[in-house]
Structures are given as structure tokens and as C-alpha cells.
């Protein structure tokens, strides 16, 4: 049983371009999480997907967006980078919205904006 | 604003010896709470978490946690450290749904586990 995909594993970007990076759950998930994790600091949640809609969004601005399509695999999406943008992106996946779920995490990409 | 800190950067146990991983948290109403850790290139796993009933919960790779309603703190214990243990540990807080956040992370606290 495969876990939690992410791809690509490494991108480079220049500001100002746009990035999407895609994450499959793990098999009979159904709720997607993305986080940023700045080197040194904890995970900061972006946004939560559940039935192909937003269910929460954390603190972030509206360059970064998401997709859930009906398998259940997602996308980040994120325009006019900065360089502040840098960082590990991590997708988790769950069964299901409740708070109480433990999540399952992907590899995470490592998105660099030079 | 709703936080999450675990104080130490660095904890650095002798293999054998119990190691304790400290968390406390600044979250209205009844918080659930978790531990992960994280291997190098690796993701990050679950280790446990407390819902609600017994302040003391159990874990995988024989890690238990203890909650603390009164100091506001969910510490990571084990008896006896293993040098695989060494590995970055964060804790973090699920609030109540009328949070616009899903899970409140601590910085983390890296683990050293010296034979």
C-alpha cells in the first residue's frame, strides 16, 4: 500500500513564476492538508481539501491555491513567487476532516525561489 | 494568539537513559494533541496523540505522552533512549473547529541520542 506521494521532489523557480506541485493521499483517504515548513521552524498549515472543496485555510495569501479532484489527489498552486516562498512544502492526507485524525505525510517537495 | 512552544531546540540523552521532550500550549477551549517526528529525508510520522480520558497515552516505538490540563503541557517521554531515536520531534495542537487552523505546530526539538 503506497503512503503519501508528492511531486516533484526538488524545484527551482525564479519570483515571480508559478509553481504547482501535486500530492496523491494515501489509499482510502479522502482529506488533503498542505503545510509549508520554513528550514528550522515548524509546519505552517496553508488549507485543508475534503469533498474537492476548501474546508479551513490557515494564514496565507490568496498566491496560494489548491485543487482536489474526485480520486482525491491535490494541488498546490502558487503564483508570483517570492523568495520568502522558499521551503518544504508537505502534503498529509487523513480519513477524513475530523480534528481528531492522525495525518499521514508525504516526502515533501523543497521549492527554492531564487 | 494561539501557540504552541516547545522550549528546548536540543535534547541530548545518553542511549539507555529516559528522555523527555517538553510542549506546552496557549489554545482556547479543549485542544487535541499530537507528536510527530521527523527522520532525515524523511516525512514527518505520527507517534501519538490525546483526545480525551487517560492523561497518560502511549505511542508507537514505545514513546508515551502525559497531558497536563492545569500546566498546559503535553511532555514526550520514554523510559529508555535508543540511539534510533535521535530524530526531530514536534508537537501540535488541534483547537476547537472555530479555529480557522487546522493544527498549530511547535518549532520542534531536535533529538540527540548518544551511545
Known amino acids: 500500500d503506497a503512503g503519501v506521494t508528492q511531486s516533484p521532489t526538488h524545484l527551482i523557480k525564479t519570483r515571480g513564476q508559478q509553481v504547482t506541485l501535486r500530492c496523491s493521499p494515501k489509499?482510502?483517504?479522502?482529506?488533503v492538508s498542505w503545510y509549508q515548513q520554513a528550514l528550522g521552524q515548524g509546519p505552517q498549515f496553508i488549507f485543508q481539501?475534503?469533498?474537492?472543496?476548501?474546508?479551513q485555510r490557515g494564514n496565507f495569501p490568496d498566491r496560494f491555491s489548491g485543487h482536489q479532484f474526485p480520486n482525491y489527489s491535490s494541488e498546490l498552486n502558487v503564483n508570483a513567487l517570492l523568495l520568502g516562498d522558499s521551503a518544504l512544502y508537505l502534503c498529509?492526507?487523513?480519513?477524513?476532516?475530523?480534528?481528531?485524525?492522525?495525518?499521514?505525510f508525504g516526502p515533501g517537495t523543497r521549492l527554492t525561489v531564487l | 494568539a494561539q501557540s504552541v512552544a516547545q522550549p528546548e531546540d536540543q535534547v541530548n540523552v545518553a542511549e539507555g537513559n529516559p528522555l523527555t521532550v517538553k510542549c506546552t500550549y496557549s489554545?482556547?477551549?479543549?485542544?487535541?494533541l499530537f507528536w510527530y517526528v521527523q527522520y532525515p529525508n524523511r516525512g514527518l510520522q505520527f507517534l501519538l496523540k490525546?483526545?480525551?480520558?487517560d492523561n497518560l497515552v502511549k505511542g508507537s516505538y514505545g514513546f508515551e505522552a502525559e497531558f497536563n490540563k492545569s500546566q498546559t503541557s503535553f511532555h514526550l517521554k520514554k523510559p529508555s533512549a535508543l540511539v534510533s531515536d535521535s530524530a526531530l520531534y514536534f508537537c501540535?495542537?488541534?483547537?476547537?473547529?472555530?479555529?480557522?487552523?487546522?493544527?498549530?505546530w511547535g518549532a520542534g526539538t531536535k533529538l540527540i541520542i548518544k551511545p
Open positions: 501540535a495542537v488541534s483547537p476547537p473547529l472555530d479555529s480557522n487552523y487546522q493544527l498549530i
Open positions: 481539501y475534503y469533498e474537492e472543496e476548501e474546508r
Open positions: 498529509a492526507s487523513s480519513p477524513g476532516p475530523t480534528r481528531d485524525n492522525e495525518q499521514f
Open positions: 490525546y483526545i480525551t480520558g
Open positions: 489509499s482510502g483517504h479522502d482529506t
Open positions: 489554545v482556547s477551549g479543549n485542544p487535541y
